[in-house]
């Protein structure tokens, strides 16, 4: 019974270290006042499984969108790439005119759509060390003699007080240039620094293998570098893929048509790729045009959507290529545009979200990423929208991430909306490495004088290992030689609980 109440416990939502910055995802497309199937829809994962309602707001929603929560998963501020709005749909103080330019009379105030900047196109982090600040950052793009051609010239940053107006927000600074340079159409990616509390935010030039990286802290953006390494993206296809890290910030995946995934491995101590590598994968005979990508919660798994098929690779296989493995195809629903793959987002629920159309009022889901092959069970449609997506995929980073000796777990899978909400109390026990081989260290300390004991436990809920800690601080080893790999959980009771995977 205990060992059920275990399982139980670690697969509901934790909240005192769960930072909830992405809970709600804001999407939709144009509002129509006396037409509720059309409009804004709000994603809450909040709710077990996510809810998913209509929600009438003043602005429309196309392909740039942005929302942040408090730590506890409450909606603070969203924008469409035209103006920030609070919580309750107020354009906060200061929050209109956002990338301002002919793009944004177009599209924010002649067609009324919200920017067209596409996916990926803005970001929100909160300010480390700080209370309700936070930096909006954000592309803009010029348009020439028609709207198809477009370049991407500035990038900016925007300050958010949420304190300010008794909680409705006020923008501090907005379009503030960080960058000017004809940058990469959308592509902002932003990870944790190996402190766990600094932010790498990157975004690459046009056509070239050429990124800016910007260290982010308390006092703003301190420094600015270029890097140059890999390959050129193919200038037709440009745009029309991803760029993520893996959760724990090690990697960074970059897709792009005509080209093989292009792979980036990211120091978060010093700020730099350190080495590039390719994947080159197949997807037949089709014509892909846009190709998304997520990567798995155990940074084990590589997904590719490549519009009428999703494939699988194994980033840790000796040779990843072979690993490929197509684990959906599209099913020819069209309602009533066809509901195939595109742009991912890892959900706060460990599960990843996949837009199926621009037009279309679906999500795919992968239920268990983790998995691989077919076992990584995807549902096509599995979230059902009450309103056409308008191709407004959010993007969030991990904001989970943890310093580089304990990096954390990027989601926490849950069950049902039935399980109690229960809170991990104050963290003084760190597992590394994560994920694990051989040996596994526990570096403890303020336990109390008699110490006590840390218990692994198996998907089952079955004890299979334990190590004393007999003081109230110090480290200790445990062997994991024995044990298969897989995903396990760790408690050391009325202290801490956690994830660790272990791959031999």
Request: hydrophobic share 35%; charged share 15%; glycine share 8%.
């Amino acid at each position: 019974m205990k060992n059920l109440f275990f399982l139980g416990f670690c697969l509901t939502v934790y909240t005192t270290l769960a930072q909830k910055f992405d809970n709600v995802w804001i999407t939709g497309d144009d509002n129509h006042a006396l037409d509720t199937t059309y409009g804004g829809t709000l994603i809450d994962f909040n709710f077990h499984p996510p809810r998913a309602t209509y929600h009438f707001r003043g602005q429309n929603m196309y392909s740039t969108n942005s929302s942040i929560c408090d730590s506890s998963g409450s909606l603070l501020f969203y924008t469409n790439g035209c103006v920030i709005a609070n919580s309750v749909d107020k354009v906060i103080e200061n929050g209109d005119n956002i990338n301002p330019g002919n793009s944004h009379t177009l599209w924010c105030v002649t067609y009324e759509d919200g920017y067209a900047g596409g996916p990926a196109n803005s970001l929100i982090l909160p300010v480390p060390d700080s209370s309700g600040l936070y930096y909006l950052f954000h592309k803009r793009f010029i348009l020439f003699s028609n709207p198809s051609d477009a370049i991407f010239d500035k990038f900016y940053y925007t300050i958010v007080d949420m304190k300010q107006n008794s909680g409705k927000g006020k923008v501090l600074e907005k379009n503030t240039v960080l960058m000017s340079d004809t940058l990469a159409w959308a592509e902002i990616a932003a990870v944790k620094h190996a402190n766990g509390k600094d932010w790498w935010l990157i975004t690459p030039r046009r056509n070239s293998n050429q990124f800016y990286i910007f260290k982010f802290t308390s006092q703003g953006i301190v420094d600015t570098f270029q890097q140059t390494i890999g390959i050129l993206p193919d200038p037709q296809g440009e745009g029309l893929g991803q760029m993520v890290f893996s959760p724990d910030g090690s990697k960074l995946y970059r897709t792009c048509r005509y080209r093989p995934v292009m792979v980036y491995t990211f120091d978060r101590d010093a700020g730099i790729f350190t080495q590039f590598d390719t994947i080159p994968f197949e997807y037949g005979n089709q014509l892909v045009g846009e190709i998304g990508c997520a990567v798995s919660p155990n940074n084990q798994y590589l997904y590719l959507s490549c519009r009428k098929s999703l494939y699988q690779l194994d980033v840790l296989a000796p040779d990843i290529s072979s690993s490929q493995i197509k684990v959906a195809e599209w099913d020819g629903n069209a309602d009533p545009f066809p509901t195939m793959f595109w742009q991912c987002q890892l959900g706060p629920d460990c599960k990843i979200y996949i837009v199926a159309g621009g037009d279309t009022r679906y999500f795919h889901i992968i239920h268990n990423p983790d998995e691989p092959g077919l076992a990584c069970n995807i549902e096509q449609r599995g979230l059902h929208l009450p309103t056409p997506s308008g191709a407004s995929m959010p993007s969030f980073p991990n904001y989970r991430l943890g310093p580089i000796n304990n990096p954390g777990v990027p989601c926490t899978a849950t069950v049902s909306v039935s399980q109690p909400v229960l809170p991990i109390p104050d963290k003084r026990v760190w597992v590394y490495p994560n994920p694990a081989k051989d040996i596994l260290s526990i570096d403890y300390q303020g336990i109390g004088d008699f110490g006590g004991q840390l218990l692994i436990f198996n998907a089952q809920g079955q004890t299979v290992r334990g190590v004393t800690l007999p003081s109230n601080q110090g480290v200790v080893q445990l062997s994991l030689i024995d044990l298969p790999s897989g995903i396990y959980w760790y408690s050391v009771p009325g202290i801490t609980e956690g994830k660790v995977l272990i791959q031999h």
